[in-house]
């Protein structure tokens, strides 16, 4: 059993950085491939960054050079960092978890992963 809790969601400014956590728990969280997909009022789900095992990451083209994935498995956790965020960034970010996929295989199957609770993100312009 896997069990994923989210944190770090607010509200910003466009041109504003947030930096979300998601912690990992459970005995198979050292061999998952973790990532975030997101979800906007209304529209469907957009797997938008992963990391495997491995340290490879994998970004949707949406936020590809404004955020960064990274993974510390110490402690099991992963983290966004978004940075330059836009007002369509507004979202209900949720942390998720697959297996056996390397990051860019995973950015849309996580999206039907385990996952969190989710976080709101909400960027103004």
């Known amino acids: 059993q896997v069990q994923l809790v989210e944190s770090g969601g607010g509200s910003v400014q466009a041109g504003g950085s947030l930096r979300l956590s998601c912690k990992c728990s459970?005995?198979?969280?050292?061999?998952?491939?973790m990532g975030w997909f997101r979800q906007a009022s209304g529209k469907e789900r957009e797997g938008i960054s992963a990391?495997?095992?491995?340290?490879?990451?994998s970004y949707a083209d949406s936020v590809k050079g404004r955020f960064t994935i990274s993974k510390d498995n110490a402690t099991n956790i992963v983290y966004l960092q978004m940075d330059k965020l836009r007002p369509e960034d507004t979202a209900m970010y949720y942390c998720?978890?697959?297996?056996?996929?390397?990051?860019?295989?995973?950015?849309?199957?996580?999206?039907?992963?385990?996952r969190g609770q989710g976080t709101q993100v909400t960027v103004s312009s």
């Open positions: 990391v495997d095992g491995g340290g490879s990451t």
């Open positions: 459970g005995n198979t969280c050292q061999s998952a491939t």
């Open positions: 998720a978890a697959v297996w056996l996929l390397t990051s860019r295989q995973a950015l849309s199957p996580l999206t039907r992963g385990y």
